[in-house]
């Protein structure tokens, strides 16, 4: 009797410990899916991670943590990548395929160190997102803001030197983190980062076989919500350096409700919209060009 072969899938993965979760969850979830697989990992450092000093939005902003990763994948060195899904800049490269959106956490952000209606006049706050600055400079406009790069137990660390610092409460919840002050945003107050909280699974668009098997641990549900929130970035333009949000919800009826925003970098503007319906591309993309031709966007976004 012949034995069957098992599978064997590479995973490429930054080698944070919170990537290398992300990653562990992605194994865990093909191995409940089908028994067969076996998983292994292949680490790769990329231009965010070997340069932890120069803003993001210096260095090129969405997609300085994917690259490299996903280049792994189109030269064979692996099979599959897991993302963040917020690092994931709007248009997928040629060549891959965006297989899987497997689960989202908690997509809020959350301040450390120093509830935000605790926050004292001029406080400083630590973040490295230009978004969050611009949000939380929209709502107090009194504060001070420092940078912040690194990964989360670096960032967590600067508590000890600023008033709060600023992270995405699904890194927390993740790693099993619990600061001793942690006020979690409601998106009300600060509208997250495009698919934060999402995981995102891409492979060759050329390897049915990993494509089929990553089919299995799709959540629909929420591939719907970040397929609204992808829609609304995708129109306003990937390059885009400015403050950009969008958080999705799929409704009792099935449609998809979206709300995105665009902002000045200071803050001072913020121009935030909801629209409703039931192809969240169309729905995301709606929603870019009225805040982009009738909300003013196009002039916060600058020339093309």
Known sequence: MVEETAVRILVATRGSPLALWQADRVADLLRSSDPGIEVGFVVVATTGDLDRTTPLEQMGGQGVFVKEI?????????DLAVHSAKDLPALTPDGLLLAAIPERGDPRDALVG???????EGARVATGSIRRRAHLAHRRPDLRFEPLRGNIATRLARTADVDAVVVAQAALDRLGLVPDVVDPLDPGVLLPQVAQGALAVECRADDATTAALL???????????VDAERGF??????GCDLPVAAHARVLDDGSVGLTGAISSPEGDTLLLETRQGADP???GRALARHLLDERGGAALLGPA
Do not use: F, H, K, Y
């Not at 996903?70 to 692996?78: E, T, Y």
């Open 233 to 238: 970035l995708a129109e306003l333009g990937s």
């Open 114 to 120: 120093c509830r935000l209606a605790d926050l004292p």
């Open 70 to 78: 996903q280049a792994a994948v189109l030269d064979g060195r692996a």
């Open 215 to 225: 089919s299995g641990i799709e959540n629909s549900a929420v591939r719907l919500a």
């Open 281 to 283: 591309g169309t729905v």
